[in-house]
C-alpha cells in the first residue's frame, strides 16, 4: 500500500487573498473601475469588495474619484502632483509655487511643475503633459476662464482629480481667495483713507480690473466698489470705473497713465487693483506724473515690493490684501490627499485674508526676515545652501501671518 502523501497547508487568510485580487485586477487594468465591474470580474460578492475598497482607499493604495470609480496608486512609487503654475514671471505665482514645492517635499509626493506663462494655448498643452504623464492628482493655476472648462474636460476624461487655484474651472475642486471679500475689505480701508484725508470728497472709484479671469476674480473690485459705497452712500455711480488692467505690470501702467492723463484736474481718486502686480504698474503711472498726492492704491496679494512700497514716504500706496501665501502649499496638498482618499471636500476653500496698511508693512517685513534667518540657521549645509532659500522666503513677502 502506497504511503500517504501529506497535503502541504498554505495557511491563506481569505480576506487578504480576495482583497490582493482586487488589487491586483486595478493595477492590471490601469484605469479607473466601478464597483459593479469589480464585482463581476472577481465574483467578490458586493458588500465585500465595497468595504475591501474602502480600506484601500484609506490606506492609500487605491484612489477614488467624485464618480465613484477606483484605480490602482502605484507604490512603492511616491504620489506625483502635478502643478501648472500661472506664470514664472508673476511673484503671486511664484510665491504659490515656493510653498507647494516645500510643503510636497514636508510629506513625500513628487511634484511635476509646468509653467502655463500666463497662456492660455499653454496652460491647455500643459495639463495634456499631466495627463500623458498619469500623475495622480493635477493643480491648475492659470488665469483664462475660457480655457478653464477645455482643461477641465480633459482632465476629468482621464479621470484624475483636479484642483483649481484663484480660478475656478468646471469638475475642480477650488482653493484660493474669497474674491468679494478681500475686495471688500480693500474698498474699506480706500473709503477710510478717504474720509480722513479728503474729508470724503472722491472724484474717481477706479476697479483696475482683470476681465480675463472672469466673473468670480472680478468681484475683487465689485466687492471694493461696495466697500466705499458702504462707508460713502451718497457718492454718484458714476464715480465708480472700471479699467483692464489684466493684472499685469506695464498694461496697467498704461491704462492708469491715460485715464490720468485725461483727468489733470482730479485730486481725490481711489483705485482698487486685482493684484499687486497691477497696483505696481499703477504707482507707477502715478509718479511719473507727480500725482502722488491725488490717488491712493490699496491691491491684492501683499507681495514684498508692495510692501516695501507702502514704506515709501509719500507712497500712493496705502495698504495691501493678504492671501496668505504661505498656507496655499499645505492646503493644496492637503486637498489633493483628500480627494485620493475618497473623503468629502467642500467644492470651494478659502484661504484667509487680511489688510496691511502702511503702518503695518515694517513689521511684516521684520517677522518674514526672522523667519528667513531662522530657517537658515536650522540648515547645517552653510552660507551656500541657505542662500536659495532666503530668496525663496522673501518673494512669500507679507504674505505668511504675523504675530
Known sequence: MAPKTKTKRLYLIPVLTKALDILELLQNENQPMVLETIHK?????????????????HRGYVGQTADRHYRHIARPKKLRFGFGSQSAEMPFSEAVTVSLR??????????????????????IENA??????????????????????????????AKIPLIAVDIPHPHATYLGIDNYRAGREA?????????????????????????????????????????????????PVECFVRIDGRGMRDISYKVVLDFLKRHPKDKHIL?????????MGAIAAVRDLDR????????????????????????????SISHEVGLYGPRLIDLGLA?????????????????????????VLEADAGLTVAA?????GGENKSAPKRSQKLKQGAARKTS
Open 41 to 57: 470580474r472577481t465574483k467578490i460578492s458586493k458588500t465585500t469588495v465595497y468595504r475591501i475598497l474602502k480600506t484601500l482607499v
Open 102 to 123: 516645500e510643503a510636497a517635499a514636508a510629506v513625500g509626493v513628487d511634484l511635476l511643475v509646468l509653467d502655463n506663462r500666463y497662456n492660455a494655448e499653454t496652460a
Open 271 to 279: 483705485i482698487a487693483a486685482a493684484n499687486d502686480t497691477s497696483a
Open 339 to 363: 480627494l485620493l482618499r475618497g473623503e468629502t471636500v467642500a467644492p470651494y476653500n478659502y484661504v484667509e485674508h487680511r489688510a496691511i496698511t502702511a503702518d503695518r508693512a515694517g513689521r
Open 128 to 157: 495634456e503633459t499631466f495627463i500623458r504623464e498619469r500623475v495622480d492628482v493635477i493643480i491648475e493655476f492659470q488665469v483664462d476662464e475660457h480655457a478653464a472648462p477645455i482643461i477641465a474636460d480633459k482632465i476629468a476624461e
Open 187 to 235: 474698498g474699506g480701508v480706500l473709503a477710510e483713507f478717504a474720509q480722513q484725508r479728503w474729508d470724503g470728497e472722491i472724484d474717481w472709484m477706479v476697479g483696475l480690473d482683470l476681465a480675463e479671469a472672469g466673473q468670480l476674480v472680478q468681484s475683487r473690485i465689485t466687492g471694493a466698489f461696495e466697500g466705499v459705497k458702504t462707508r460713502l452712500p451718497n457718492l
Open 292 to 319: 502722488e498726492k491725488h490717488v491712493a492704491i490699496v491691491g491684492q496679494d501683499c507681495l514684498e515690493e508692495m510692501v516695501i512700497e507702502m514704506q515709501r514716504p509719500g507712497s500712493p500706496a496705502i495698504a
Open 376 to 380: 537658515a540657521a536650522s540648515h547645517a
